[in-house]
């Protein structure tokens, strides 16, 4: 089992910055790939970030590629994901998740998952 707090949300003007920050509690967190998620009301949850085991590997939605970064500190088990150039679009509650088993680009296999920080950008 692992336990996922996302701390960092707030409200930022158009084109600022922000960086979520996601703490897992688990002996295992090297073991785990990582994570972010976002969903907007009425809409489904889409995978925004997510990076391997080791950090070696990344995946980025195509929406945020160049103004989103996640990085992991296996040593302090927090996962990051830092925004710049936010968009009014991008509001949304990001989630990080977990995967204990499968490739960290197989969305299906992201089985924990946090409760969530709100994101709002104002234009």
């Known amino acids: 089992q692992v336990q996922l707090v996302e701390s960092g949300g707030g409200l930022v003007q158009t084109g600022g910055s922000l960086r979520l920050s996601c703490a897992a509690s688990?002996?295992?967190?090297?073991?785990?790939?990582m994570g972010w998620f976002r969903q907007s009301p009425g809409k489904e949850r889409v995978a925004v970030a997510a990076?391997?085991?080791?950090?070696?590997?990344?995946y980025y939605a195509d929406f945020v590629k160049g103004r989103f970064t996640i990085s992991r500190d296996n040593a302090k088990n927090l996962v990051y994901l830092q925004m710049n150039n936010l968009k009014p679009e991008d509001t949304s509650v990001y989630s990080c998740a977990a995967n204990p088993l499968r490739p960290y680009y197989e969305m299906d296999g992201y089985q924990y998952w946090g409760q969530g920080t709100q994101v709002i950008v104002s234009s």
């Open positions: 990076i391997s085991r080791s950090a070696e590997s990344t």
């Open positions: 688990t002996r295992t967190f090297s073991t785990h790939a």
